[in-house]
C-alpha cells in the first residue's frame, strides 16, 4: 500500500482501521464502526469541554424543519434549497406542510429565538448541539469529508449588538485554537471571499487545513450574521431604554471533517496515527511470552498502574505479538508497552512510539511518569510535525504567470475585488480561500490589476 | 399546583424544570433544553456502561432507510408502514427509490449483517446504538412518552442458534433490571399477547411501569426474531461442519421513556425528584448570608470537597435563599446544604433531603462521607417507594364481574387464547399487558372461558 494516490490511501486506512463502513446502500451515508464511533466520540468529548468553558449550553433540536420556516431569509434558502431532503408524506398521507431534513439549523432555531429572547436579561444566548445533517450531495462523496449524512457540531449565540457578536467571534477563535491544538491540526484562518460566505451571512471565517493531497480540507467555520437573520425571524430584546431592538448573532460550526483530518495529516503507511488526547486506546500492552515464560501478571499489573490516568488496553489475544503489533499499528494507538521475560526480570518496560517507530526502556518503578512524557511529547512532535508541513506548502507567488497547478497553497496579492478573484480561481483552477485573517501582508499588488491588495489563499480544496 | 390530573401535572413539571420545551412547530416534535438534555445523556450513560459491561459493541447508523430494504420481511411493514416518514425529494429532484426516516432499524442494519456475518467466528454479533428515531403518530403526542422524534436506544445481536439467542435474552433481563435500579424505576416484565408482539418476533417482553394516572408505561422492551429476519435478510454464517445456517437474532430496547417514567413515579408538587445516579447536579450547596456575615469562603471549600466525588453546583446567585430552594426543588436536586453563619462557626453542615424534606445537621470533618450516605439513602428509599407502589397498585381480580374500570393494574387468569383475551380488553376498556415472566400463578381459571390458564396482567396503558 502506497500513500500515493492518496485517496486510494484514505479510503484503505478508514476500512483497514475499522472507523467507517461505506457499503450501506445510500451512498454517502456511511455507518460509524464501533472503533470509529469511539474516537467521534472522544474528539466530540474536546469540543463539549471547551464550549462547556465558555458558558455554551447543550440542545438538541428537533431533525425536521417544517417548508414555511426554512423560507424565511432568502439567501440562506438560495444557498441550500439544491441540496435539502424533503420529507412530504407519513404514512400514506400527503402532509399538508412538506418539511426537510436540517442542513443546517438556522430555520430549526430561530423561530424558538423569537420566543425565548425578550429582554436584555436573556442575552447572550449562547447554545449548542452535536447532531446529524444532511445534504443531498451531488458531487462526489468521501468518508468523513463529503458525506450526505453528516455528524456536525453548531453553535449559535444572540449578542444585544455588533460588539457582543464580535466578541462571541474573537471567543469562537480561541476555542478552534485549542481544539486544533488538542487534536494536533494546524490550519490557516482566512476570511472567505463575498461569493464564498455562508447563505445570510454578513462574513464567514474558515480554518482551512492541508490534507497530503494537496487539496485543503475546511475544518472549522465561523459566521457573523449581525441581523441578517434577526430580522426575518424577528428576534428582538427591550433594551434597558424599553426599546425594541434586533440580536446580533454569530453560529459555529465543526464536523467529522476533524476527525478526516486527522486521519489524512496524520496518518502512514502502516495505518492511523492518533493524538493521544483522542485516542481510544492511549496505551496497548502487549505480552511476549518467551520459551514458556508466561508474563500476563506482569501485564496485568501493568494495566493496574496505568489505567487510573490513562486509557490502556491489555491484548491478551491468542495471537502471535507481531501480529498484535500490525492491528493496534493500523489502529494507530500512541504508544505500545512490550512486555517479554528479561522486562521483567530487570524491571522494565518497552516503549514503543507510533507516531516515530522510537523505541526505549524505561524503568517499571517510574512507568506512570514515563508513560505521561511519552504520550505528552508525541502530541507536541505530531502538532509540529503538521505545523511544518502546513507552513512549507505555503507557496508565495508575485505573477499570474507564477502561479502553477501543483500541490499546495498558493499566497498571492489580490485586490479584494471579485472579477480578479474569479480570474485567479479559472487561472489556476484552484479556489479563493480568502484573506489571512492574521499575518496578512497588506501591501501587496493584485496579481491580476496589479492594484494595491492583501495577501490571499488560493489552494485546490474538498 | 395539585397532582391531578397527572397530565397537567405532567407537562407543567417538565416545562418549568426546563427539560423540553413543545412550542416547536412541529407537533410531537420537542427541543431538548439543557436540563432534559443533561438528564437523558446521564441515563444514556447508564445504559453505556452497561451494553460495554456485557460485550456489546456501539455504532451509528443512517437514519435514512431504503424503501427496497424496508419491505424485506412483511410482517415489519405490516406494523410500520402506517407510521413512517417517507423522503421523496431530493434538492428538486424526484428520489428514484424513496427513502424512509428510521421507525427502528432492522431494515437498515441486517443488510449490512448479511455482509458482516460470514462465519461462527463472527457470532455472536452484539451492538447497540442510541439514535433518534421517528414515527408518524397520529395518536395524541406527550413528551418522552409519545413523540414523532424519538430518542431511542437499540441493540442488535445475532447468535449460531436458539440458545444463544435465548442466553441473550436472559442477559438483556439482567440489564433491564441493573438499569431500573439505577434509575429508581420498578417495573413488570411481561410476555406481550401475540397480538401485541413487535412486528415480526416470535415473541416480545416487554418491562411495564406503573405511572401516578393509572396508565401503564412500557419502559423496554425485549425481542426474540429467531430466524424470521435471517432468512429475509439472508443473514447465514458457515458452521463448523461447513454447513450455512441462518442466524437467530434478537433486539433490546429503550428510549427516553425512561426519563418519563423518571418524572412521573418520582415528581411531586413542588417539582422533579432525580435519583442521585443521573442527577446532573448531586447536591446544591446554597450560602446563608446572615446580618452581613458573608458565608461564601465556606461554601467554595465545601464544593472543593465534595466534587472529586460528587457533582456538586454551589448556587451564588444574588437571590434569596428561599428562592435558590424554589428552583433547585423544581429541577430534582436530590441533597441540598445550607451554609449559614451559625453553620461555620459550629462547624457543621445542613442537608436537606429533596425526597422526604428531612433536614440533619452533620460535622464539616464528615461531610463527604455523610453526602455519601445521604445520597445512597435517597436511592434506596425512592426504589422502594415506587415499588411498594407499584406492588400495591396490583389488584388481583377472579371474575369478569369484579373487573372495573379503575386506576391499577388487574391481575386476572387468562387461558392465553386471543378471542378471550380481547374479550378482557373489551370488557375493561383496558389493555392486556401479558403473562408475567416470573411469579406467574399457572394454577388460576380464564376469567372468560374458565378453562386453566395463567396469571395476566391489563391495565390502561399509555
Redesign the interface.
Known amino acids: 500500500m502506497q500513500k500515493e494516490p492518496f485517496s486510494e490511501w484514505y479510503n484503505d486506512v478508514i476500512e483497514r482501521a475499522g472507523l467507517s463502513?461505506k457499503?450501506?446502500?445510500?451512498k454517502g451515508?456511511?455507518?460509524?464502526?464501533?472503533y470509529g464511533?469511539?474516537l467521534m466520540g472522544n474528539i466530540d468529548r474536546v469540543i463539549r469541554k471547551e464550549m462547556f468553558a465558555t458558558d455554551h449550553?447543550?440542545?438538541?433540536?428537533?431533525?425536521?424543519i417544517?417548508e414555511d420556516?426554512f423560507k424565511k431569509e432568502s439567501e440562506h434558502i438560495k444557498g441550500f434549497?439544491?441540496?435539502?431532503?424533503?420529507?412530504?408524506?407519513?404514512?400514506?398521507?400527503l402532509l399538508e406542510r412538506p418539511?426537510l431534513?436540517r442542513p443546517t439549523s438556522e430555520a430549526?432555531m430561530y423561530?424558538?429565538f423569537s420566543?425565548w429572547v425578550r429582554s436584555h436579561a436573556d442575552l447572550p444566548l449562547k447554545?449548542f448541539q452535536i447532531i446529524?445533517m444532511?445534504r443531498?450531495e451531488?458531487k462526489q462523496t468521501r468518508s468523513f469529508i463529503r458525506v450526505r449524512?453528516c455528524?456536525f457540531f453548531e453553535a449559535h449565540t444572540c449578542h444585544p449588538n455588533a460588539e457582543g457578536a464580535e466578541a462571541q467571534i474573537a471567543q469562537d477563535i480561541g476555542i478552534m485554537k485549542r481544539v486544533g491544538e488538542q487534536l494536533c491540526l494546524p490550519y490557516l484562518l482566512v476570511k472567505r471571499p463575498e461569493w464564498d460566505k455562508f447563505p445570510g451571512a454578513i462574513y464567514s471565517i474558515s480554518a482551512d487545513t492541508l490534507t497530503p493531497s494537496g487539496r485543503t480540507l475546511q475544518i472549522g467555520t465561523i459566521h457573523q450574521y449581525g441581523e441578517n437573520f434577526a430580522r426575518p425571524y424577528d428576534i428582538t430584546y427591550e433594551d434597558l431604554h424599553g426599546q425594541h431592538q434586533y440580536v446580533h448573532q454569530t453560529t459555529y460550526g465543526m464536523s467529522e471533517r476533524l476527525l478526516a483530518a486527522i486521519v489524512a495529516l496524520h496518518g502512514d503507511e502502516k495505518g492511523l496515527v492518533l493524538p493521544p488526547s483522542i485516542a481510544p486506546h492511549q496505551v496497548v500492552v502487549i505480552p511476549i511470552p518467551y520459551k514458556g515464560i508466561d508474563v500476563t501478571d506482569e501485564c496485568k499489573e501493568i494495566q493496574r498502574i496505568l489505567s487510573p490516568q490513562y486509557r490502556v488496553h491489555l491484548d491478551s489475544r491468542d495471537v502471535r505479538p507481531g501480529s498484535k503489533y500490525y492491528d493496534w499499528e493500523i489502529k494507530g494507538v500512541p504508544l505500545r508497552l512490550e512486555v517479554g521475560p528479561r522486562d521483567v526480570e530487570k524491571k522494565e518496560v518497552t516503549l514503543v512510539r507510533r507516531d516515530t517507530g522510537e523505541k526505549r526502556t524505561v524503568p517499571r518503578d517510574r512507568l506512570s511518569e514515563a508513560v505521561g512524557d511519552c504520550l505528552r511529547s508525541i502530541g507536541e512532535d505530531m502538532r509540529k510535525k503538521a505545523l511544518g508541513r502546513l507552513e512549507t506548502s505555503i507557496i508565495p507567488i508575485d505573477s499570474m504567470k507564477a502561479m502553477e497547478k501543483g500541490n499546495g497553497i498558493l499566497k498571492a496579492g489580490w485586490c479584494g475585488n471579485e472579477a480578479c478573484g474569479l480570474e485567479i480561481e479559472s487561472t489556476s483552477g484552484m479556489q479563493m480561500l480568502g484573506t489571512p485573517l492574521s499575518d496578512s501582508d497588506e501591501s501587496c499588488k493584485c496579481i491580476v490589476c496589479g492594484k494595491p491588495g492583501k495577501s490571499a489563499y488560493v489552494a485546490r480544496t474538498y
Chains 1, 2 share one sequence.
Request: negative net charge.
Open positions: 463502513d457499503r450501506y446502500s445510500i451515508m456511511n455507518i460509524w464502526l464501533p464511533w469511539k449550553e447543550e440542545v438538541c433540536f428537533p431533525t425536521l417544517p420556516h434549497e439544491g441540496e435539502v431532503y424533503w420529507v412530504t408524506h407519513g404514512g400514506k398521507d418539511m431534513l430549526a423561530p424558538m420566543i447554545i446529524n444532511f443531498y451531488t449524512e455528524h
